[in-house]
Every structure is written in structure tokens, then in C-alpha cells.
């Protein structure tokens, strides 16, 4: 009997040392648990923040890319103009050499300032064998209206290219492309158009398209032409224009300080200067370089003109005539001199809405690109040679 009571009483002691041990084991796992559950809390928020610091290192290695990228631009264009600088002034060293020490006859001086205006214009003449001029204007096309009462549209006036640029407004930044004529007329508005958003705004309507560049104006402390790469989406040039006291070209659209043309020849600027502020002044550029090549002061007033534009290196200056709707070619200028304006003015346009705010000659169609109080207009321009005057 002691004997049952024996084991009995060492299979309790057993069962309890069995189950202390169970339960110690049971913390012991507690423990770890918690502790692995805490290091994969710890793991994952070490791995939220290593991502987050990763994103603020892209986002800034981005910005700084952005950053060395406009320096790089700027560099280059800081390159470029002190090049221009510097050919400027070997050109000012060429023509204003040292004064000789004796005396030269009156006629002689005379003959030699003649002998530089013949060569100029000589050097001139030679840009092209353009001798076209406007004999009437044949017919008018209103393709839609727009946009606002004032602005600018073109195609671009290069060979191969028949997309239409919509410059709406005159303090803007965002052109509106079109890839055809056809386009921009079944458009509902701008909703077939691709927006080409400018580094800048431009000033005034005054611009064009040439070869995938717009050129425009840009108006701060200083007149800049600007040279826009449309296809990269980046500036490729600007210049100051070297005259001071700019005055609003037309008397009818102050809002345009600068108005730029392409035709046969080339870039043109037409503007106005308070030393000749009753006149539209004429200058002749380098579409590369943006260089001033030759500058004229015409005969054209400003008062009461519309628009204008060049043929030929032809200035053709429209005006507001006293009838409604009604304007007409009023003044012509010919950087040539082989066109006087009692010859080639006095071509009335049809009857319209308002007035023109811009008028864009392309030379490939001979084409006017008119627009006029938010009508985009096409007239079609009956052409004759200058000598069969």
C-alpha cells in the first residue's frame, strides 16, 4: 500500500514538473514571437523610409539635371552673343579706322560715301533675283473664326511643311499647332491642336514661323527677338534689337512694338524709333544668327496703319480707310529702289469685319494670312514683275 502511495505520490510531482516546463517553454516562444514580430515592423519601416529617401534623391538628381541643363543653354547662349559682340565691334574697328593727318577734298569724300551706299546696295541686290510685286489681291477666303479680336496665325513659311500655328492674343505664351489648313478649319475650336508652350511670353503680333522656328518678340527691360525650336522644345537664340526708344509700329495696333516677316529673301523686322517717329523703319536680319544685316527708314507713316508685310524686300504698309471694313495698301518701301510708291500702292482689300491685326505673307503659296477681329482670313494675291512698270 505505501508502495502505491510512492508512485502515486512521484507521478504528481512528475505531471507538475512536466507542466512548469510547458508552460516556461510557452513564454520562451511568447517571447520570440513578439520579438520577430517586432523586427519585421522595424524592417518594414526601415524600408518605407529607404524608399521615401530614394524618391527625394531621383526627384533632386532630376531638378539638378533640369538646372545643369538650362545652365548649359544659357552658357551657350552667353558663348553666342559675345560672338556676336565681338564680330560687331572687328566690324565698327573696320569702318571707323584711324583718321588720316591730311587734308581731303570735299568731292572726293563725296565720291567715296557714294561709291559705300553703291556697294551696300549692290551687296544688297545680290540676296535674291526676287522681282515680284502685288498687282491686285484676286480673291478672299474666311476660313473660321477663333480666338480673340486680336492675334497672329501662319503656316510655316519653309519649304515642305504645311503645319498652321495659332498665335491667339497678344501678351501669350502657348502657340497652337495644327498639322494642316484642313485641320485648323474642321477643328472645334483648338481641339485638334498640339499646345506649344513658350519659355516666355510674347509681346504684341508680330511673329512667324520659318523652317520649325517661331520667331517673336519678347518685350522685358530690353526688345528681344527670340528664336524658338519648336521640334526640341528649347531656345536656340535671341538678340537684343540694337535700337532704343522703340514706339509701337502701327498707329491702329499699339499692342505690336515689332513686326517680323519672312519673304523670297529672308528675315525682316519692321519697327519704329522715336528719332523717326512719324515712320516705319525697316531692317533686314540673318535667320540663323539673328545679326542685323542692313536697316532702312521708309516713307510709310505710322499713323492710321493697320498691318504690313514684305515681298521681295518690297515694304507693303496697309491702312484704315474711312469706310467700314475697308482698307488698302496705301505706301510701298523697296529696299532694291526698283519700285516707287506711286507704282505699287492704292491695292484695296475686300470688305470685312474689323481690322487687321496682323497680315503674313508666305512665299511658298503667295498667300496673305490675315487676321481680323477674330476671323483667320486667306487672301490670294494676283503677282506681276516690277519691270514690266
Known amino acids: 500500500m505505501r508502495v502505491l502511495v510512492v508512485l502515486v505520490t512521484l507521478a504528481c510531482f512528475a505531471s507538475a514538473q512536466h507542466q512548469a516546463l510547458i508552460d516556461y517553454l510557452e513564454r520562451r516562444l511568447q517571447t520570440i514571437e513578439d520579438r520577430i514580430s517586432l523586427w519585421h ?26 538646372e545643369k541643363e538650362f545652365l548649359r543653354v544659357t552658357l551657350d547662349g552667353v558663348g553666342t552673343r559675345v560672338d ?51 498687282s491686285s489681291i484676286k480673291a478672299m477666303k474666311i476660313l473660321k473664326r477663333v480666338g480673340g479680336p486680336k492675334g497672329m496665325w501662319t503656316k510655316d513659311t519653309g519649304r515642305g511643311s504645311g503645319k498652321v500655328y495659332i498665335f491667339n492674343g497678344t501678351d501669350e505664351d502657348t502657340i497652337h499647332e495644327f498639322a494642316s489648313v484642313q485641320d485648323f478649319a474642321r477643328s472645334q475650336g483648338m481641339s485638334l491642336a498640339k499646345n506649344l508652350k513658350l519659355p516666355s511670353a510674347w509681346k504684341g503680333t508680330g511673329h512667324v514661323v520659318f523652317n520649325n522656328y ?20 528649347s531656345v536656340t537664340d535671341s538678340a537684343v534689337f540694337p535700337v532704343q526708344d522703340h514706339l509701337p509700329v502701327y ?13 523670297e529673301e529672308g528675315l525682316w523686322a519692321i ?19 539673328l545679326d542685323i544685316e542692313q536697316m532702312w527708314d521708309s516713307n510709310c507713316p505710322r499713323e492710321n496703319a493697320e498691318a504690313a508685310f514684305i515681298i521681295c524686300g518690297t515694304l507693303y504698309v496697309v ?34 469685319y474689323g481690322a487687321h491685326s496682323s497680315l503674313k505673307y508666305n512665299p511658298q503659296e503667295q498667300l496673305l494670312y490675315a487676321w481680323d477681329d477674330g476671323y483667320q482670313i486667306l487672301y490670294k494675291l494676283v503677282m506681276k514683275k516690277k519691270l514690266e512698270i
Open 319 to 352: 491702312y484704315n480707310t474711312k469706310q467700314p471694313g475697308r482698307s488698302r495698301i496705301q505706301c510701298v518701301f523697296d529696299a532694291n529702289d526698283m519700285l516707287t510708291n506711286e507704282e505699287a500702292s492704292l491695292v484695296y482689300f475686300p470688305k470685312r
Open 84 to 134: 556676336r559682340v565681338e564680330r560687331e565691334l572687328d566690324y565698327l574697328e573696320t569702318q571707323n579706322g584711324a583718321q588720316p593727318c591730311v587734308d581731303v577734298d570735299d568731292k572726293l569724300i563725296e565720291q567715296q560715301v557714294m561709291l559705300v551706299k553703291e556697294k551696300q546696295k549692290a551687296k544688297y541686290s545680290k540676296l535674291s533675283d526676287c522681282s515680284d510685286m502685288i
Open 41 to 66: 515592423e522595424q524592417t518594414a519601416r526601415y524600408a518605407s523610409e529607404l524608399r521615401e529617401l530614394k524618391q527625394q534623391m531621383v526627384s533632386q538628381l532630376e531638378s539638378l539635371d533640369k
Open 271 to 289: 519697327y519704329a524709333t522715336r528719332q523717326n517717329e512719324r515712320y516705319i523703319s525697316m531692317a533686314k536680319m540673318d535667320v540663323n544668327t
Open 214 to 233: 517661331a520667331y517673336y518678340i519678347n518685350q522685358a527691360e530690353e526688345m528681344m527677338v527670340v528664336k524658338y525650336d519648336m521640334k526640341n522644345s
Open 251 to 263: 498707329g491702329l495696333t499699339p499692342e505690336t512694338v515689332m513686326d517680323l516677316a519672312v519673304d
